[in-house]
Every structure is written in structure tokens, then in C-alpha cells.
């Protein structure tokens, strides 16, 4: 059930992030103030119902059981999540204390936010798995 629902995760990743992310989204959901955190909010509430989509075609095609309150506790670590690694200063802040300030530089960050988003999938993953 692991390996299914990793899946279905990041392909809800991967559509919310590339296929429905707007360029106003991408823009300025790491700015401070309203603008930015509404940006960003909803960029992250596009992940939410993009991954609670993949799970409820999950649970009908493939008899996946995953209880409510874990898909919501998974949807809610999810969503907040990216919400945090979106606003870009835990990845610059990250790749700064690890020695990576010139890979910054060279476009390394977004390698690195997307390790970050991946790696919160497989904790989601492991949690509605177990």
C-alpha cells in the first residue's frame, strides 16, 4: 500500500506544483505580506485538494484503506508543509548552513525545495501507510 500511495502523492505533486501552479503563484508566494501569503496559500490549497483528489481515486480504483482522520492529518502536514517550503527561506536557509550558497546561485535551490517537498511526501506516505 506504501508504494501506491507514494504515488499517487507525488503525482498529486507534481500536477498541483507544474500543471496548476499560475505564474502569479510562482511569482510571489515567498514575498512577505498579504500579497505573498495569499500566493502562497493558495498554491498550497491547490496541493490540498489535488492530493485529496488523488486519494479518493485511490481508495475507489485501487481499494486503497486509509481512514479519514489519517487523510486529513496527511492533507493537513501536506498542505503546511509546502506552504513552509514554498516561502523559500528554509531551503536558502538550508543550502547557506550546508555550504551550498554558490549552487544557489547556479538554480540549485529549486533541486533542493524539491527534495524537501518529495521527502514530506514520503513521511505522508510512511504515516497513511502504517
Same mark, same amino acid.
Given at each position: 500500500?506504501?508504494?501506491?500511495?507514494?504515488?499517487?502523492?507525488?503525482?498529486?505533486?507534481?500536477?498541483?506544483?507544474?500543471?496548476?501552479?499560475?505564474?502569479?503563484?510562482?511569482?510571489?508566494?515567498?514575498?512577505?505580506?498579504?500579497?505573498?501569503?495569499?500566493?502562497?496559500?493558495?498554491?498550497?490549497?491547490? !496541493?490540498?485538494?489535488? /492530493? $485529496?483528489?488523488?486519494? &479518493?481515486?485511490?481508495? #475507489? *480504483? %485501487?481499494? +486503497?484503506?486509509?481512514?479519514?482522520?489519517?487523510?486529513?492529518?496527511?492533507?493537513?502536514?501536506?498542505?503546511?508543509?509546502?506552504?513552509?517550503?514554498?516561502?523559500?527561506?528554509?531551503?536558502?536557509?538550508?543550502?547557506?548552513?550546508?555550504?551550498?550558497?554558490?549552487?544557489?546561485?547556479?538554480?540549485?535551490?529549486? !533541486?533542493?525545495?524539491? /527534495? $524537501?517537498?518529495?521527502? &514530506?511526501?514520503?513521511? #505522508? *506516505? %510512511?504515516? +497513511?501507510?502504517?
Amino acid at each position: 500500500m506504501f508504494a501506491s500511495l507514494f504515488v499517487l502523492l507525488y503525482v498529486a505533486h507534481l500536477t498541483a506544483d507544474y500543471a496548476l501552479q499560475t505564474d502569479h503563484q510562482a511569482a510571489h508566494k515567498m514575498e512577505k505580506g498579504r500579497k505573498g501569503w495569499a500566493a502562497n496559500l493558495s498554491h498550497a490549497g491547490t !496541493h490540498t485538494v489535488t /492530493t $485529496a483528489a488523488a486519494l &479518493a481515486v485511490g481508495w #475507489a *480504483a %485501487l481499494d +486503497l484503506t486509509v481512514s479519514l482522520p489519517a487523510a486529513a492529518a496527511a492533507l493537513a502536514w501536506i498542505t503546511a508543509s509546502h506552504a513552509l517550503i514554498d516561502r523559500r527561506w528554509p531551503v536558502t536557509m538550508w543550502m547557506t548552513k550546508t555550504g551550498s550558497t554558490d549552487w544557489i546561485n547556479r538554480g540549485g535551490a529549486a !533541486h533542493v525545495d524539491q /527534495t $524537501a517537498h518529495v521527502t &514530506a511526501l514520503l513521511i #505522508a *506516505a %510512511l504515516a +497513511l501507510a502504517a
